[in-house]
């Protein structure tokens, strides 16, 4: 039979895997997922220290942390195309394998600017295992399972997203900054051979269907732009210059934007954008992870600079967050369902945004424990907002285009985590000292503006 553009080809009858290898399958997904979440966050208490071993400033080492973030947002949505094209498995495979070799060449990076190419290129790799893990999910897990496998995916990487810190403090308490990266290594031998021998390939494929350079290279500019016209200005350039790269943004981005939209299977899922639920949901979920990076790099700064902690006692302050994120996750879990969405992301944000305003007005005198229950209160609230607002982003979308929404979704953390330690850095070009103080402030202004458009979404109908 002739086949046309658009044709689905392969085994529709896929049901996912069944014991035990979805278990060792359900592994790997989260030991890659993990491990490239993690290395968005655990050099945040480390850059203080790694700042000072490299001789540069606190506004300059943000790089070490928005050039790994940066490649992965102007990469993920090609390579989810690729995936699609090519095999998730394989697509998740490479960027295993790539994460895993550029984080040895991050532990034995002895130059600021050595170590930030090495992040480059742990980007690249923590892009591949991003653009695929929801579809792998999806694949992997039965139909009638799937939103247990979805929740957990979420989970994990809420998980991973604040318990950075308290790894880098138990690492730093007893080696240094180098061994960060040196511990994903063994990590990531391990999960590349349970990748090649437990995950399954793609079940079908679109036959007719090519992958689009012009699209990958429009997406990355696109996405490069936005964040570079942040950090020029958040770093002093000279305002002509900055003007000039905001203007080739919006250039590129309508040119992106319009070719997107005349595409069958577009880079952009603006068919899912469109549904109301959907596009809100994306847009507390970039608030609340803009807010959540600027506690997480500015937070540090403050504790070590202006109340003189060691890197340890700023890593066990911070543990603070992902401790009470595990107790208060469940709870959200299991109150979806029985309370709107909406309601349980706004009360979760309302938190994030009254912990930060206190850390923001910390008295000098400050005891421990005035530290540790408000970042507790932050994670409590991050956890009580997540679970939800993922579920309902992708309860949102229709059954076939769960593997779009999970990018979307992957999408919105990496723009409000990147776009938050850019902040941090303006705010160290302004501010100075003060810095950490105005930037934990603005998160709680933006947390505020998360809670009124969490609170609008429960004027639309319930998802369940």
């Known amino acids: 039979m002739q086949q046309t553009k658009g044709t689905v080809a392969g085994d529709l009858e896929w049901d996912g895997l069944h014991r035990p290898r979805i278990y060792y399958a359900v592994i790997t997904t989260f030991c890659g997922l ?4 993690l290395d968005g966050t655990i050099c945040n208490v480390a850059l203080p220290t790694i700042a000072l071993r490299l001789d540069i400033s606190p506004s300059d080492s943000i790089w070490i942390v928005n050039a790994f973030q940066l490649v992965i947002m102007m990469l993920l949505l090609p390579f989810s195309s690729l995936g699609e094209l090519y095999g998730y498995k394989r697509v998740y495979l490479y960027g295993v394998a790539v994460f895993t070799l550029s984080s040895f060449c991050c532990a034995l990076s002895h130059t600021f600017h050595v170590l930030v190419a090495s992040r480059v290129l742990q980007g690249i790799g923590a892009a591949m295992i991003m653009s695929v893990n929801t579809s792998l999910i999806r694949i992997i897990y039965p139909k009638k399972h799937l939103g247990k496998g979805v929740g957990l995916n979420a989970t994990v990487v809420a998980i991973a997203s604040v318990t950075g ?22 990590i990531g031998i391990v999960t590349w051979f349970m990748g090649r021998r437990f995950l399954p390939d793609n079940p079908t494929k679109v036959i007719g269907r090519h992958f689009n350079w012009a699209d990958t290279v429009l997406n990355a500019a696109t996405f490069g732009l936005m ?36 595409k069958e299977y577009p880079m952009l899922p603006f068919d899912l954008l469109r549904i109301p639920m959907f596009s809100m949901s994306v847009g507390t979920s ?23 902690y060691d890197a340890v006692g700023t890593g066990l302050i911070m543990t603070a967050s992902p401790v009470a994120i595990m107790f208060v996750a469940p709870m959200a879990g299991w109150m979806i369902g029985k309370v709107h969405p909406g309601l349980l992301g706004g009360i979760g944000i309302s938190l994030m945004c009254a912990a930060c ?41 229709p059954p076939h285009r769960t593997g779009s929404a999970g990018g979307m979704l992957a999408s919105a953390r990496l723009i409000g985590q990147t776009t938050g330690a850019a902040l941090v ?40």
């Open 34 to 37: 993990f491990l490239s979440v």
């Open 165 to 186: 810190p308290s790894l880098a403090a138990a690492i730093l308490s007893v080696t240094t900054w180098e061994w960060l990266f040196a511990i994903n290594i063994p």
């Open 227 to 262: 964040i570079g016209c942040i950090e020029a200005y958040s770093h002093g350039l000279d305002w002509h210059k900055i003007l000039i790269a905001v203007a080739v943004f919006f250039l590129v981005g309508a040119v992106y934007v319009r070719t997107q939209l005349a």
């Open 286 to 308: 970039i608030l609340s992870f803009t807010v959540q990076q600027l506690l997480m790099v500015s937070l540090p700064f403050m504790l070590m600079h202006n109340y003189g």
């Open 357 to 397: 305003m206190l850390l923001s007005f910390m008295p000098q005198d400050a005891s421990h424990f005035g530290f540790v229950w408000r970042v507790m209160l932050f994670g409590a609230g991050f956890g009580l907002f997540q679970s939800p607002n993922n579920h309902i982003l992708l309860s949102s979308a």
């Open 425 to 464: 850095a303006m705010m160290f070009n302004f501010f100075d000292s003060s810095a950490p103080h105005k930037a934990l402030l603005l998160g709680g202004l933006l947390a505020l503006c998360g809670a009124c458009l969490s609170s609008l979404r429960l004027k639309i109908r319930k998802i369940n």
